[in-house]
């Protein structure tokens, strides 16, 4: 009887500590490894129209990607972090909004896309 329950916890012990790292791998949703944009400025756009303009320039919202996770608009200087696609503003004037990061020099915010404009910071 002893000998099946060692036998028992085992089993169970091997199978925990084998998927143990395919568990950890897995991470929430808003989660991801933690990157940085390339510096620079990021200029931020609205679809336009067929009539019209292909896209329309949203002045506000412009702003500079600096060194150390920082950035800088008009209003002042903050941080962002960006986990995985996801990128946020935590300080500064631009704080609590969201972006998705749709490519190496793109940000997107429901129909706004802001793409890097070259150069650096």
Known sequence: MKT???VL???VAAIVAATSP???QKSPPSGGMLRTMPLGTYECALPGDAGGEAYRVVEEEQFR???ASGYDNAE???IYI???TELTFTRGP???EVFERIGTNQLKRG???CTRLGGSA
């Open 4 to 6: 099946r329950y060692v």
């Open 9 to 11: 916890l085992t089993a």
């Open 22 to 24: 395919l568990i950890a």
């Open 65 to 67: 990607i600096r060194p």
């Open 76 to 78: 002042g200087k903050g």
């Open 82 to 84: 960006l986990r995985g």
């Open 94 to 96: 631009k704080k609590g």
């Open 111 to 113: 129909e706004m896309i």
